[in-house]
Every structure is written in C-alpha cells, then in structure tokens.
C-alpha cells in the first residue's frame, strides 16, 4: 500500500520536474543543474553521518554526472573562450574532488565543492536577473495598452 503512494507521490513530482525543464530558459536550466548538484551533495554529506555508504556513493555519482554530463558538457568552449576554459578546468577540478570525497568519505572536499557549485550557481542567478530585466522591459512595452474604463 505504502509503495503504491509513494510511487504517485514520486510520478507527481517528476511531472513537476518535467515540465518545470520544458518551460526553463537554457539560463534557467544550468541554475536546475547547479541546484541537482547541491542537493546530491547535501546527501551525500547525510549519507555520511548516518554511515549509509551505498547511497553517499550514489549521491556523489549523481553530482560528478551532473557537473560532468550537465554543467561541463553544456560549455560552449569555442564561443566561451578563456571564461569556458577555465570553467572547464573547474568543473574537472570538483569531479575529481569528489571522487576522492567518496573513496575517502571526505565531507571537508564535499564542502568545498559544495560552495564552488553555490557560488557559481549565485553567480548565475545574478546574470539571469540581468538579462531577465531588459527582456521584462521590452515585453511590457510592447504590451498593448488597456483602455480606461468607459463607465470611470
């Protein structure tokens, strides 16, 4: 019985996951990725204390695939320039991080990959409200204008 509930509970949020990813900017999307990753290591900082070393090693697999397959992946060296090509270098730095964190279940590495990924992610929010604005702007003035109200 249980099972069943959690399995609705678990298909209603991936609905919410799927379709909060179809209507995400590309901007919006690498801030999800970024907020995957530091949930993975939230976890994985959690599996630790508890001594659950399967799901800490899940949890820090999770994040490595998402700075790797996500984060990483999404770089566009040739048009980024030096900025992609030492997020690159970044980004390969804290896979690698974590891989030692799970062999040697260091939280003082899942740390510090955890504030890499919270600054960067902040980082990216700040770009975001930036280029959010203009576009805001742009769209209300060309918003048709609403008559008064005859009767007022």
């Known amino acids: 019985m249980f099972g069943t509930m959690k399995r609705g509970v678990n298909a209603y949020a991936n609905v919410g996951l ?3 990813i179809a209507s995400a900017s590309p901007h919006k999307l690498i ?10 290591l939230l976890s994985a900082k959690a599996n630790i204390a508890a001594n659950n070393i ?4 899940l ?6 695939t998402i700075i790797d397959n996500g984060l ?6 040739e048009a980024g320039g030096e900025i992609a090509a030492n997020l690159d270098a970044l980004y390969d730095y804290m896979s ?25 992610r902040e980082a990216w929010v700040t770009i975001g409200e930036k280029v959010d604005q203009p576009a805001a702007a742009a769209a209300a003035a060309a918003a048709p204008k609403t008559p008064a109200f005859a009767g007022a």
Do not use: Q, W
């Open 72 to 77: 990483r992946a999404s770089l566009d060296k």
């Open 18 to 20: 799927e379709t909060g």
């Open 96 to 120: 690698r991080r974590l891989l030692h964190a799970n062999l040697k279940n260091d939280v003082p590495a899942i740390d510090e990959v955890h504030r890499l990924l919270s600054d960067l």
């Open 54 to 57: 399967a799901a800490k090693g």
């Open 31 to 40: 801030v999800m990725l970024y907020d995957g990753a530091l949930v993975a």
């Open 59 to 64: 949890a820090i697999s999770k994040a490595i």
